[in-house]
């Protein structure tokens, strides 16, 4: 199994989450393909509530494909696609965990006082997969954070 991790604007997680599609302004097919997991990141940008979380890992159902269709808030606005490559999407498991939680435990970040060039860019981690043992910590934090609602 090959886990991504992909950082997104928060009002772009109920699209994902919701309609299964992930959008992203470059053709990601060099590095994230069909049965691939995307670990999604909401980045503090613009964030309200889920800023510097992750809040879900969904599995690649599909192909990269093209589509100009607006589905994402950002668009709709702008009436035009911009996250115009896409691939299908389910999700696995949801909920919000905070990365200070796990940094400690997280092996991916290999130098804690420069975190925040692991969380951007798609795929980020330097353009590298995250280890299971890393998307292991992840899904637990996501499963344990849903017992405390």
């Not at 991504?4 to 992203?24: A, H, T």
């Not at 990141?41 to 809040?55: C, E, M, N, P």
């Not at 911009?82 to 290999?110: N, S």
């Amino acid at each position: 199994m090959t886990y991504w991790l992909v950082p997104i604007q928060e009002d772009m997680w109920d699209v994902i989450r919701d309609k299964g599609i992930y959008g992203y302004k470059e053709n990601l097919a060099e590095y994230i393909k069909e049965g691939d997991y995307i670990i999604i990141y909401v980045s503090k940008y613009y964030a309200k509530r889920y800023g510097g979380k992750i809040v879900g890992i969904v599995k690649v159902l599909s192909g990269w494909y093209e589509d100009h269709t607006p589905i994402y808030p950002e668009e709709t606005v702008r009436n035009r696609g911009i996250y115009i490559f896409r691939v299908k999407v389910e999700p696995v498991v949801t909920g919000e965990c905070d990365m200070k939680k796990i940094l400690d435990k997280i092996r991916f970040i290999e130098d804690k006082g420069q975190i925040a060039k692991y969380l951007r860019n798609a795929p980020a981690n330097l353009k590298r997969p995250i280890p299971e043992y890393d998307a292991k910590i992840i899904e637990e934090c996501l499963k344990e954070s849903l017992l405390n609602i």
